[in-house]
């Protein structure tokens, strides 16, 4: 079950990637290999973009039912409200916010070459987070959270590898 196993490494690279193209040989191996274990793909699960209060970047955090005996229900609603706390904050209008603006706007946005903005500096502390909270949590009961960002925005994505299921 080599065969399977590096399979199972690839297509997980794949789309983490977003390549959605399929390696016809390798799969090919793994259907040809005699005691080949049969494999589920795993299943993805999408947090959706709550719209109740406006166009601000917040998620729902209901409960998926998918993640039933996964992931308990607190955990997963503790991770929602902290990832949406962080976006609050990257989108939160001040002072800082507004000098940036208009000394960007000043310099010809030149300035955006020689310092981080407030909002890129929020979006590396929300990667962090999802790092550190798959990392600790979600990766030893078989789960990833991929980054919001890397789905514009529009969702968190949940993947529940079957094997590690609890």
Not at 5 to 34: F, H, L, P, S
Not at 54 to 64: H, L, M, V
Not at 83 to 88: K, Q
Request: hydrophobic letters at 30%.
């Amino acid at each position: 079950s080599g065969i399977n196993a590096e399979y199972g490494k690839q297509w997980y690279q794949r789309r983490v990637r977003g390549d959605d193209a399929i390696d016809t040989d390798t799969v090919a191996m793994a259907a040809n290999e005699q005691n080949a274990e049969v494999t589920t793909a795993p299943k993805k699960v999408f947090v959706q973009r709550d719209y109740t209060h406006g166009t601000e970047c917040k998620f729902e955090t209901n409960y998926p039912t998918q993640l039933e005996g996964v992931i308990a229900r607190e955990t997963f609603t503790d991770t929602v409200n902290k990832i949406n706390e962080l976006f609050d904050r990257a989108e939160e209008l001040g002072c800082p916010t507004y000098t940036e603006g208009c000394l960007s706007c000043m310099t010809g946005y030149l300035l955006y070459f020689c310092i981080e903005t407030k909002y890129s500096k929020e979006m590396k502390q929300i990667s962090l987070f999802i790092q550190r909270q798959n990392d600790e949590i979600y990766h030893p009961r078989g789960v990833h959270i991929v980054e919001p960002m890397l789905r514009g925005l529009r969702c968190i994505e949940l993947v529940i590898y079957p094997h590690k299921q609890v």
